[in-house]
Structures are given as structure tokens and as C-alpha cells.
């Protein structure tokens, strides 16, 4: 066989692979909006779920994803971004540090419904936080963390050793040198990433079944007070994100509507991780235009 | 290549007043030795140079007089900047390297506008005095010759200028702090001919009231530039005398090969 047809297979192979892996996530994502596209209206969206009667919507259950989602950011960043300013600046490339990494890798691998259970038993039992958007937010903490670090920790890596001599030799102290100049050129990249895992976090659903739990109690999104019981922003109440909202539905939903409301509610919440996808890119970018001043 | 003798070597003590002295300085990294008893006397406002072949030490030997070899190698015996002892536990590094700036190999401009990388370093010691910052940006950039260049377009990305440019920018960077004396490492290296010529302009105007000691593996840089020259062979130095000296009339057999180019 001549180089020029071994050359003609491999591309081939290559592209039919690609093809199939397009195929696949082409006909899963088609499938879901075909399906629940038609089903979302304004009133979906801005309504109430019912429990019996069909014509629900899921108005609290995005509102719960999106506020977990800030409160476990609210939580996970400032220490993801210690650890991995720690991991990538300071850390002494000894066995301590390798011990380290293991483990942050060894919790990124655990399956989430083992992070959801610790959490039901320490959070929501042991500490007596009861089924909660709290519990729920470290309960996600855990999950994200591993990624949150380990991207934070590569984006820094990434920035070239010879900004930090730079800053050093300009007679900037280490950590100056690291705040003011490695840091705001890591800007874009731990932006992106933060992006992605608040999509990651956005679909989670095992780890929050047994820690925010699954009800939507009716709260007032007129009451600021974090706590008062009916408020919107009480983190101690229990809290259906949109991911449980449809795992229940297709569980033990009842209403007769269940079907298409789940769908609709798919269909949302692809809608949001395509866009935090997407968004990612394109505000890692403008980030960077902005920080280095390229016009 | 022929071994030569490294105990054999011829250094002059400048008559000038000294910058930097250095006292019987070895560095290693961990039991790799790298740099040998040295004792060598940079002259003040003048520009000297360390050639040698690559992994003669002269980097490693740059890079200890403003201690950016801290945590990476151990420097025995004593720097001299003027009647201070920089290896000395009181001292203060990150005022020292204020004293004594650096520029590298490759340009390493920081990913801000060209006006940032300035006045960076300059807000962080306390100049808050916007009048002030903006003289010593302008006096940098035309100290360096690239004011007339980028004048218009200072708060632009310094990522966008060329190699050539970036490079004299970090000088400026280095400059805009007052330093007392420059350390350059190979800064043309990554220049072509044109932007190289321009910056050896630059350092001889810089000469008038900076001491200058550079690094360079291009000896006829290093002939043009400098006034006095080292001479580095695996981790000795060989000879240190007036440039012209050393290019015209070396003393030593090694040092002839070298700028003969029969080695490095």
C-alpha cells in the first residue's frame, strides 16, 4: 500500500469517527429540543409547578438552579482559587503536593450521588441544615471543587514563567507579582473555566436529591429578607433545581401534563448550559481584549 | 575541543570606582557547580560585558547580582553592590532589585497597555501622582527611543508591539524604576539586526548614567557595546580587561580561540 492511500484510509477512518460522535450528540440535543421547544411559552417560564392539574410551569425551579448555582459559586471560588493559587505558585514539587493532586483528582472522580448522600448525612442530618439550598450549595461545593482547582491551577501554569521574573527582577514582591500581573493574565482562562462548571453544576441532579431536596415550597420573590421563611433568598429552604424537577417528573410525576412539561423543562435547561457554553468563549475572549488592551 | 587550563587567567581591577565586586563568588546548583572563585570589579557608568560559550555561566553569574537565582541555586562568597553585601540576611531583596533592575532574553512585556507596564511597578512603590507617572512613562520611552514610535498609542496592548520594541519597552520598564545598575540577559538574542542595532544605540546613551554589565554570546555585540569584557570558560573566568584589550590583544590562549571562533 503507497503512503498517499494509507493517507486516504486514515483520514477517512478520522472522519467517519468524528462523524459518529457528531451524530450522536446532533441527534440527542435535535431530539430534546424538537421535543420540548414547542412546550416552552412565557407562561411555562413565569408560572408556578402544579401537583395535580396539568398547565404547570417551572418558574421556581429555574429560579432555584440559578441561585444554587451563585450560592455554590459564592462558596467554591474564593478556595478553588486559593488552593489552585497554592498548587501552581507555591507548592514545592515534593510527594506532599503529589498527595494533594491525587486527592483533588480522586474527588473529581466521585460519582455524585455519593457526594449527595455525605452530604444528606452530614449536612442535612448530622448538622441538622434539613433539606436546603445550603446543604445543596456545599453539597455541589464538593463536586466542583476538583475541576474549579484544577483548572484554576492550569490556567496559572499556563501564563509564562517570564512574566514572573519580569515582576520579580522589577523588585515586586512574590505575591504582588502573582496578584497584579500572573493572575490578571490567567483572568480569561479561569473565566472560561468557571463558565463551564457552573454549566456542569447547572445540570447536576443526583447530588442534590438528597441534600436541596425535592420540593418547591411557594416563596414570595418579593421578600429580600434572607430570613424570613417565605423569602426567595432564604438559603435554608428546600429547593427543586430544574435537573431534580425533571428526574421527579418522569419518576413519580403525576400531573398529566408530567411528559410534556419535562420535556419543556430539558429543553430549558440545554438551552442554559448551551448558552453558558458559548458564553464562556466569548467572554473569556472579551476579558482578554480587555485586561491586554488589543483593540 | 582542546582542553585548556582554567586556573590559567588574567583579570584587571578597573580603576574606575566599583558597582558591583564580586569576592570569591561560586554558584552551584545543588552538587552541580557552575561558576568558580570570582572575583571580578564592574566600574560604575560603564557598560561591561560576559561573553563565553552556552553553559559557560555567564547567565547563571548575571543572575545572581540582583539574586533572581534565590531558591533556585546556592551562591557562596560575597556580591559587593557598592559597600553592601547582597547574599546578606538583613538585606531587603525586593529593594535591592529595585536598585539593581533586570532585562531577559526573550522581551517579556506584561499583558497590559504599554503605559500600564510602566507605572505598574511605579504605583506599587507609592507614585500615585498621575503628573508624575506619566513624566517618568514619557522619559522612559525616549530614554529607550520608542517614545516617538508608540507616543500615540500608550494605552494600547504592549502585546501588539514587535519583538524589537517589546524588548526595548522592558528596558524601559526597568529604567522607569531608577535603577542604579542594569543587568541584561542576551537581550538581542531574539532580535533581528535592525531592532539588535537599535537597542545597542539605546545602551550607550543609557551608559551616561547607568552602570551596564550584559550578557551576550555575540562577540562583535559585545565589542561594540562594552568597555570592559569578561571571558567565561566553564565556569571560570579567564580574563576581564578593557574590551578592546581582550578583542586585540588577549592574554590568555583560550580566550584567543574563542574570539577566533575555534570553539562555542
Known amino acids: ?295 | 575541543m582542546q582542553t585548556y587550563n582554567l586556573e590559567d587567567s588574567y583579570i584587571v581591577t578597573p580603576t574606575e570606582s566599583a558597582a558591583i565586586t564580586t569576592e570569591n563568588i561560586e554558584v552551584s546548583y545543588g552538587s552541580h557547580q557552575v561558576i568558580y572563585q570570582t572575583n571580578l570589579q564592574f566600574p560604575r557608568n560603564k557598560i561591561s560585558a560576559l561573553i563565553g560559550a552556552s553553559g559557560s555561566g555567564k547567565s547563571t553569574l548575571l543572575r545572581s547580582f540582583n539574586r533572581m537565582n534565590d531558591g533556585k541555586a546556592n551562591v557562596n562568597g560575597q556580591i559587593w553592590y557598592r559597600d553592601v553585601d547582597i547574599n546578606d540576611r538583613k538585606i531587603n531583596v525586593y529593594e535591592l532589585r529595585k536598585h539593581i533592575g533586570m532585562v531577559f532574553q526573550r522581551p517579556n512585556p506584561f499583558a497590559k497597555s504599554i503605559k500600564d507596564n510602566l507605572t505598574f511597578a511605579l504605583k506599587e512603590n507609592g507614585i500615585t501622582d498621575k503628573q508624575q507617572l506619566s513624566q517618568r512613562t514619557e522619559e522612559s520611552l525616549i530614554a529607550v527611543s520608542l517614545w516617538d514610535e508608540v507616543k500615540d498609542k500608550i494605552n494600547e496592548s504592549a502585546l501588539s508591539l514587535s519583538g524589537g520594541q517589546a524588548q526595548r519597552l522592558c528596558i524601559a520598564r526597568s529604567i522607569a524604576m531608577k535603577p542604579d545598575v542594569l543587568l541584561l540577559d542576551e537581550p538581542a538574542s531574539a532580535l533581528d539586526p535592525i531592532s539588535s542595532a537599535k537597542l545597542e544605540e539605546t545602551l550607550k546613551t543609557l551608559s551616561k548614567n547607568y552602570t551596564i554589565i550584559i550578557v551576550t554570546h555575540n562577540m562583535q555585540q559585545a565589542s561594540r557595546v562594552s568597555d570592559y569584557t569578561a571571558f567565561l570558560h566553564m565556569g571560570h573566568v579567564i580574563e576581564y580587561d578593557l574590551t578592546e584589550n581582550i578583542f586585540t590583544n588577549p592574554h590568555i590562549q583560550t580566550t584567543e580561540d574563542y574570539i577566533s571562533g575555534n570553539f562555542g
Open chain 1, 1 to 295: 500500500m503507497n503512503p498517499k492511500r494509507t493517507n486516504q484510509i486514515a483520514t477517512g477512518l478520522i472522519y467517519v469517527l468524528v462523524a459518529i460522535v457528531v451524530l450522536i450528540l446532533a441527534g440527542l440535543l435535535g431530539y430534546i429540543l424538537v421535543n420540548g421547544v414547542p412546550n416552552i411559552s412565557w407562561h411555562f417560564l413565569t408560572s408556578g409547578a402544579e401537583a395535580f392539574s396539568a398547565g404547570g410551569g417551572i418558574r421556581d425551579q429555574l429560579f432555584n438552579s440559578l441561585y444554587l448555582l451563585v450560592l455554590t459559586l459564592i462558596i467554591s471560588l474564593p478556595i478553588a482559587l486559593g488552593a489552585g493559587i497554592y498548587l501552581s505558585e507555591y507548592a514545592a514539587d515534593n510527594w506532599v503536593t503529589n498527595v494533594i493532586r491525587t486527592m483533588i483528582e480522586v474527588l473529581s472522580s466521585l460519582p455524585s450521588v455519593v457526594v449527595g448522600l455525605f452530604g444528606y448525612l452530614l449536612f442535612v442530618i448530622k448538622f441538622g441544615f434539613g433539606f436546603s439550598i445550603l446543604a445543596g450549595a456545599i453539597a455541589l461545593t464538593f463536586f466542583n471543587l476538583p475541576l474549579l482547582t484544577r483548572n484554576i491551577e492550569e490556567s496559572l501554569h499556563n501564563v509564562s514563567n517570564l512574566q514572573r521574573e519580569a515582576g520579580l527582577s522589577l523588585g515586586l514582591s512574590n505575591w504582588k507579582t502573582i496578584s497584579g500581573i500572573v493572575l490578571p493574565a490567567a483572568l480569561p482562562g479561569i473565566i472560561t473555566g468557571v463558565i463551564l462548571c457552573s454549566g456542569r453544576v447547572f445540570g447536576e441532579a443526583a447530588a442534590l436529591i438528597y441534600t436541596a431536596g425535592q420540593s418547591a415550597p411557594t416563596v414570595n420573590y418579593l421578600n429580600f429578607n434572607p430570613l424570613s421563611a417565605t423569602s426567595f433568598l432564604n438559603p435554608m429552604r428546600p429547593a427543586e433545581t430544574l435537573a431534580v424537577h425533571i428526574w421527579k417528573l418522569n419518576t413519580e410525576g403525576i400531573t398529566p401534563d408530567a411528559h410534556l412539561i419535562s420535556s419543556g423543562a430539558s429543553a430549558v435547561l440545554i438551552i442554559v448550559i448551551l448558552m453558558f457554553n458559548l458564553g464562556a468563549r466569548a467572554f473569556g475572549n472579551l476579558v482578554y481584549l480587555k485586561m491586554t488592551a488589543v483593540k
